[in-house]
């Protein structure tokens, strides 16, 4: 019988950096999907390449074997790391949190099991996050209301009080682009005859495929806020600082492919504003002292690729996605009513348009469905940049993203 466990570790980091002539702090949340999956499902067979094969080794030692490689973009030289960044990286980041791990059972094939435990919450904590989630269930209800009718360009949104009540005064900006994410996708049952991707749009709601994927994503402001606080370069700060000096190297290219595709979506947003009529720096303004998300997704091959999806159906709850994928393919999109492949270019990035920009466009850009599959041979990694609007300090006090 076909059998799944799935498990989410999340994992999120604050660092400080301290320079020599400025004390300044940042922090950059660093979050760790792991998603466990459970069917039979075998590593592939041990690779030849010497440098590889060694990685393949001491994973399989290791029974990390699931874990992210480093991830490159072509044209950038790979830095030649032999170590496991990942065992090390995922170690420090449980030991920063003060989680203990439960569990981490070894199988040949593995999944990982992993469970984190947290110490029991405080009375205030247990509240906060009591509040949290009111806040967002009354925060879902209403935007489902308001995204009913049109809105001018600039989207306001009901303020909410700190029991979840609305404060029904409008703001000038989203305050919640994920809530809107979940919103403006397809209703699912509206879609489902025929083709297969309505049916794995409820599929994803009755969870008969689970997402196969290890993520670890980026975030924070690392271009502008933090070039003129800290040395200049938080990503490669960040990479010596926190996994160590070792990755000072990684944390280059990341900062590097993070600076030009930082280049890239503020391009894009000034064609965007100029087919949209409105003055050509606008959503430039609006996003540059803004954050950016970079995802790094691996995708294991999987030995039963139609039990499972490496990222199921959605649609990025962020301005603008620029993706950059490997040669193995699996980016599908849909449209007319069926998922089509994207096929991958070396030559080419992918640009969604996400829930934010489809909001902010009044619904005259709409985001895009899409997902990812995996298959029987091939690893897989894609590379995502995505725009997030600036966060306001109401935005990080109050609900603490
Ligand atoms: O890996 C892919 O091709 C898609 C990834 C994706 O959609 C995302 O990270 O938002
Ligand atoms: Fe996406």
Known sequence: MFHITNQFLI???????????????????????????????????????????????????????????????PSIAQPQQTQCHQCLLLLLLLRRLRLSVDAIAIQDPHPIHMAAVRPPPTPRRAQRTRDRHARVRTWGRLNEASLRRPRALGVHEPRLLPG??????????????????????????????????????????????????????????????????????????????????????????????????????????????????????????????????????????????????????????????????DHVGGLEVFTNQKWHSIRPRPDALVINIGDTFAALSNGRYKSCLHRAVVNRQSVRRSLAFSCVRKRTRWCDRRRGY
């Open 11 to 73: 994992i999120i980091i604050n660092t400080t950096k301290h320079n020599n002539t400025i004390i300044t702090t940042y922090t950059i949340p660093f979050f760790c999907f792991l998603v466990c999956h459970n069917p039979p499902y075998k590593l592939p067979n041990p690779p030849q390449q010497s440098f590889e094969k060694k990685k393949y080794n001491h994973f399989k030692q290791h029974g990390l074997n699931c874990l992210l490689p480093p991830l490159m973009p």
């Open 164 to 325: 979840g009540q609305p404060r029904h005064r409008p703001l000038p900006h989203l305050r919640c682009p994920r809530i809107h994410g979940r919103l403006l996708r397809p209703p699912p049952r509206a879609q489902v005859k025929g083709a297969e991707g309505p049916r794995e749009h409820v599929g994803l709601r009755r969870r008969p495929r689970r997402p196969l994927l290890l993520q670890i994503a980026l975030e924070g402001d690392p271009l502008l806020r933090l070039r003129q606080r800290w040395s200049g370069r938080p990503i490669v700060d960040y990479f010596a600082s926190i996994p160590g000096e070792d990755f000072t190297q990684m944390g280059e290219v990341y900062q590097k492919y993070c600076e030009a595709m930082h280049g890239v979506s503020m391009a894009i947003m000034e064609l965007l504003a100029t087919s949209l009529d409105v003055e050509r720096k606008c959503f430039r303004r609006f996003f540059e002292g803004g954050s950016s998300i970079m995802r790094l997704n691996y995708y294991p091959p999987c030995q039963e690729p139609e039990l499972t999806l490496g990222t199921g159906p959605h649609c990025d709850p962020t301005a603008l996605t620029i993706l950059y994928q």
